[in-house]
Each structure stands twice: as C-alpha cells, then as structure tokens.
C-alpha cells in the first residue's frame, strides 16, 4: 500500500482522572504554580478514561481522519494495554504492520489529573530498543517524542536520515523532551534534514538557547536547518517562517476540558494540510481550528474532525488564515 505518512515516536496508554477536590499554591516556589491535594486521603474522581496516546498516536489519528494513508512505528509492551494501542488503529483505518513488540517491558503509561481545564502529567516511561524496517516511501515522516535512552535515540534517527537518503520523502520534526534534552548538535542529522520543524514557544527557547521575540526565535530555529518552522504560543497563536516570510495566527477562544493533545493535533493537521496542497497560512488556519476543536473533550484524539467538517469550520473563520508579520 502507498502511504502518505510514518509517524514514529513511543505508543503511550492515556489515563485521566478529573478532579475537583484539590486547590492551587501560587507561592510554594517562585513563578510556578503547584497542585495540592490532601496527603494519605481518598481524593474523589469525577471522570474517567482511558485510550491509546503518545505524539506518534495523536498525529497518526489527526492525519488518518483528514483522509492520509497513515502507518506508525512505535514500540509497546506483550500485554493487553498494547493490544488495546494496536485496537483502536485498526479501528481508525491506520496501518499497524510496522509496530513492534517489546516482550521484556510493559507498555508506556501517563495518568493526568485535570483540574481546571490543565492536566498534571505522571509518567511511566520505558527504555527501549529501536529497530527501524524497511518500509514503502511514504510522502511524510513525522518523527516524534522516544527515549530516555540516548544511544537508542541516536540509532532511530540514523536510520531516519538513512531512509531519507535513499527515498525523497519529507520529513516532519516534533521532538520529545528526551530528545530536546540531547541538544541541537546531538539532533542536527534530522534537523538539517527536516522540511517542518514543529515546536512550542518553551521547546525552540531550550532548543536554541534564545528567549526573545517570536521573530528571533524563528530565525534562531531556522539556522538550525529545518527549511519550515513553526512554534505554537499557547494564547498568543502560533508563528511560522519559510526563509521569505514569517507568519502569525491567533487562537480560537473556546471553552477548554482538557489541553491534552492540542499541539499534536495542532502540527499533524498542519503538516497534513501542506500535504494535500494547502499554502502554509492556510495550513496554520487548520491547525488552529483543529486544536480547538481537541480541547473541548478528554484525551489527545476523540476531538479529532475529520476533512469536511474542518474545511466548513476554517471557512468559517477566514480571519485564521495567517498573515506576515
């Protein structure tokens, strides 16, 4: 089968617990705020769920329901919460002949507790081993969060930038915090390989080293040789620069569940846009709509539209399509 895009990264299994019985401390440690709740009590949980996550997993669900052939790469565990992970891509119509199987360690879990619209993420995170097959071309990588191990990480990305020697699919970089943590020389093979580099406000700050205007930090980011950058700024919009120019869009104002997802969702439908043609203003306007759309449910996928009922949404609001700035 031909295919439009691999997404590679580490499968997670997305636990959610919504709570009310807790409050915020603002000035337990400067600048950050801490989640308190009571010590050795039962705390009650409001909602409840459960389903596959990880980078990898929320943008193979965002491109495979606007209509791309999708496989991913990933690594879980022998047990059923893998299983549960491999279910519910077949259930989306996503390619799972290029999954392995870690028979030593269980599969990645998170557990969020949301309160007030924000989650406070627990992470169990395994080592893993990654052995990257041989597979048709497709259109798109879009390579994503895996580690801790640095050495593992190193061998996937040299196998990236092998495949990418040897077929002309483009490549769409999101880096993880393991990977981030590597630093820009450590990550120079994929990111002077990258036709889109997607990352938050923090991420390219850490990345580069620079803290300034958005402006800077696209050209700071540029410099590392990805030829599309893109940084996402939570209520400021998102900004993006091409070499020629740089781009700005707000955000949709929305009631906000839960934020779980809103970046991934928000870069695999840009990246998908420019796949089936749209301009990178346009492509933005998608992902705004997209990432709003993500926020008003639990978990990072079950807010996800599909082709048409994002088309009629960004027609809606042509204001979002992203203008110079």
């Known amino acids: 089968m031909e295919l439009d895009l691999v997404t590679i990264g ?5 636990t959610f617990l919504k709570v009310h019985d807790a409050h915020l401390a603002l000035r337990v440690k400067p600048a950050q705020t801490q989640l308190c709740i009571d010590y050795a009590d039962k705390i009650p949980v409001d909602e409840f769920h459960r389903m596959a996550g ?3 997993i929320n943008a193979a669900v965002a491109a495979a329901r606007l209509g791309l052939k999708v496989a991913v790469y990933g690594v879980t565990g022998a047990d059923p919460e893998g299983r549960s992970i491999l279910g519910e891509l077949q259930d989306e119509g996503i390619d799972t002949s290029l999954m392995a199987l870690d028979r030593r360690h269980t599969t990645n879990a998170s557990t969020a507790l949301v309160f007030r619209g924000e989650r406070t993420l627990f992470v169990w995170h395994q080592s893993r081993s990654y052995h990257l097959p041989e ?11 895996v580690g801790p191990r640095g050495a593992a990480v190193n061998r996937l990305h040299e196998a990236i930038r092998q495949h990418l020697d040897r077929h002309p699919t483009r490549l769409a970089f999101s880096p993880g915090t ?10 120079a093979p994929l990111l002077c390989r990258a036709d889109l580099l997607l990352l938050n406000r923090q991420e390219a700050c850490e990345l580069t080293g620079v803290d300034g205007r958005p402006k800077d930090l696209l050209e ?3 410099r590392l040789g990805p030829k599309i950058v893109v940084m996402t700024d939570g209520i400021h919009g998102s900004y993006a620069s091409d070499g020629k120019r740089c781009l700005r869009t ?3 104002s929305v009631p906000v569940l839960d934020r779980t997802g809103a970046g991934d969702g928000y870069s695999a439908t840009l990246m998908t846009a420019l796949q089936l043609g749209r301009p ?3 492509a933005m306007a998608w992902g705004t709509v997209q990432a709003a ?4 449910v639990f978990g990072a996928t079950p807010g996800l539209m599909r082709r048409r009922a994002l088309q009629a949404a960004v027609n809606r609001r042509p204001e979002l399509v992203a203008k110079e700035f």
């Open 220 to 222: 700071a980011l540029r």
């Open 250 to 252: 707000g955000i949709l």
């Open 280 to 282: 990178l203003a346009v």
């Open 10 to 14: 580490d499968p997670t299994i997305d």
């Open 293 to 296: 759309n993500i926020v008003g």
């Open 135 to 145: 597979m048709p071309p497709p259109a798109w990588i879009y390579a994503t969060s």
């Open 54 to 56: 990880g980078n990898c």
């Open 178 to 187: 393991h990977q981030l943590r590597m630093g820009a020389r450590a990550l």
